[in-house]
């Protein structure tokens, strides 16, 4: 066990200790964090590569980017494209959009269960592929105990240089802004006093999203176009290189963020624990998108089929024409990526 995720600052600077639930004692000193009573192994397993091929698959891309896009924007589309996207597809449609007509979250209406109930389902997906592999090193999904301080040995943040994200990425965000929304969302007055709902909300705008952002690294294959310039999605985009954590195209096939869906994992057990629920959720947001067949038929419902025999033509020209409509829309900047600052807007 390694107590210490930095050296130790110069004699003399002052120190800072917070301490979260679970995650023992940070202490900054001089700009550098480190964390006590911290169980790390200093290995740090890789996610299998049967993992990452299969949310590789354009079916689980393309599931994962729509679903998230059209609850993002849907507040903010005409009714003659919402109506469009109907015709499509009524299964397309979010009884929950999660932002309102000027981007602002939706706490009260449960879309945050959605956002948690998608997710859940992602990871039984994952350990269902896990249990298959059977690899003792990587058994199933764990989460980060506490997100992982500056520095970090383990999981330290890429340098992004030129992106737009030096300010999430730096020391004095982790301490203004992460530490404070981990504090509150492992607080246990918080969670007795929100709905599973405006918790789900809470941490997919806060948090969640800045740390796919803090965590993104450059992309070794580049950065998808907008769907509005390349009409659609090119295949190249599928390849298992392209990991991009701020693109919802291809933030899950990056292992960080299946250590950031197990923290949130966890952090619905606090909320649980808090709100005195014992045994499974009765959920109220169940949004899940189309249900179709996939991995092996275990898991009915949870995500679209990856097997390239059921890749029917009918249904990428579906999710192909449904992004269209949103990418041509006013609501178009609602596509679930960062781009780095030299690729535009």
């Not at 993992?51 to 003659?80: D, T």
């Not at 999904?141 to 990425?169: A, N, Q, T």
């Not at 990856?306 to 269209?324: G, K, M, Y």
Request: charged residues 25%.
């Amino acid at each position: 066990m390694v107590n210490t995720t930095v050296p130790l600052g110069r004699r003399g600077e002052e120190a800072k200790p917070t301490r979260l639930q679970g995650c023992g004692m940070r202490l900054a000193i001089g700009g550098s964090w480190f964390t006590f009573n911290a169980a790390r192994t200093n290995v740090i397993p890789i996610l299998p590569k049967r993992v990452i091929k299969e949310m590789s698959q354009r079916q689980h891309r393309f599931h994962h980017y729509l679903w998230h896009r059209v609850r993002n924007s849907w507040s903010r589309l005409a009714e003659s494209e919402r109506e469009a996207i109907r015709q499509i597809n009524p299964a397309w449609v979010p009884p929950r959009p999660a932002l309102d007509a000027r981007r602002r979250p939706i706490r009260d209406n449960d879309s945050g269960e959605d956002f948690l109930f998608m997710h859940c389902h992602m990871l039984a997906l994952v350990n269902a592929i896990l249990a298959e592999v059977n690899s003792p090193d990587y058994p199933r999904v764990e989460g980060w105990r506490c997100v992982p301080p500056p520095h970090d040995l383990d999981y330290p943040v890429p340098d992004f240089p030129d992106s737009g994200l030096e300010e999430i990425k730096s020391d004095e965000y982790f301490e203004r802004f992460i530490i404070p929304w981990e504090r509150q969302y492992t607080d246990s007055d918080y969670l007795r006093g929100v709905t599973l709902g405006q918790f789900g909300s809470d941490i997919e705008f806060t948090i969640y999203n800045k740390l796919l952002m803090r965590w993104a690294a450059p992309s070794p294959v580049g950065y998808r176009p907008i769907t509005v310039i390349m009409l659609s999605i090119d295949k190249q985009w599928d390849a298992p290189a392209y990991d991009y954590l701020s693109d919802t195209y291809s933030s899950h096939v990056n292992p960080v963020f299946w250590k950031l869906h197990g923290w949130i994992d966890n952090r619905i057990e606090d909320w649980k624990r808090e709100s005195g629920v014992a045994g499974a959720i009765n959920w109220k947001g169940t949004w899940l998108g189309p249900i179709m067949r996939n991995h092996r038929d275990n898991f009915r419902g949870i995500m679209p089929a990856s097997n390239p025999e059921v890749e029917a033509t009918e249904l990428r020209d579906e999710l192909t024409e449904i992004d269209r409509i949103i990418s041509a829309s006013s609501a178009n900047q609602d596509d679930g990526f960062f781009r780095p600052s030299d690729q535009g807007s």
